[in-house]
């Protein structure tokens, strides 16, 4: 590995060392300070890509800023770099929990800890209500799509519906509706042959 090479493995890991140090509320409030890092700050990413990236890490399983960590890392410098990104977005949590585990107890109680974390939980909601906001501005939106957001929001809402069925469900019909457009294209396709 050259020097080029291994600065650019630094920037990796201090960009998402700051992202899983600064990032509030999970993987969801990581996404504004994702696409800043990567698709402004260094133009690792392109912001059609970083907005497919966030869907397919989604329909996987496990922890979003994971998936996002090893699929960005993965994509800018290898396997090397999805284990940089893991270890990097992952370190500022574990040792803030283990801080908090030695000194939480002795803390927890303190008027000014409770307000911090009261204050902590509107700026995260802001946060995720933006990353929907901003991926929503960059979709191709139709009518079926439009339906499933609105659908997905009401069961979700109404009912307490279960994500991962949620999620397989507009799977689904996302699938059923790009294979239904698809042989709709193809039978025009084959129509205007005729002619």
């Not at 969801?28 to 869907?55: G, T, Y």
């Not at 000194?103 to 008027?111: D, G, I, N, P």
């Not at 991926?135 to 939106?141: E, N, Q, R, V, Y």
């Not at 457009?181 to 005729?194: F, I, Q």
Request: overall charge positive; charged content about 15%; glycine content about 6%.
């Amino acid at each position: 590995m050259n020097r080029q090479e291994k600065l650019k493995l630094l920037k990796l890991f201090i960009c998402f060392f700051k992202i899983g140090l600064f990032t509030f509320g999970g993987g969801f409030a990581m996404i504004p300070l994702m696409e800043k890092e990567l698709v402004n700050k260094h133009h690792w990413v392109k912001k059609r890509d970083f907005v497919n990236s966030i869907a397919l890490t989604q329909s996987v399983p496990g922890a979003i800023a994971f998936n996002l960590a090893v699929y960005f890392g993965h994509d800018v410098m290898g396997i090397i770099g999805s284990l940089v990104c893991v270890v990097a977005v992952a370190l500022p949590s574990v040792l803030i929990i283990l801080g908090i585990a030695v000194f939480f107890s002795t803390f927890s109680e303190m008027e000014i800890v409770q307000n911090i974390f009261k204050g902590i939980r509107p700026a995260v909601v802001a946060l995720i209500i933006y990353a929907a906001i901003n991926i929503g501005t960059h979709l191709k939106w139709d009518a079926a799509l439009f339906l499933i957001v609105i659908a997905a929001t009401s069961v979700s809402i109404v009912f307490s519906f279960n994500p991962v069925l949620l999620i397989l469900v507009s799977f689904v019909i996302g699938t059923g509706k790009y294979l239904y457009d698809k042989a709709k294209k193809k039978k025009s396709n084959c129509d205007s042959c005729k002619k």
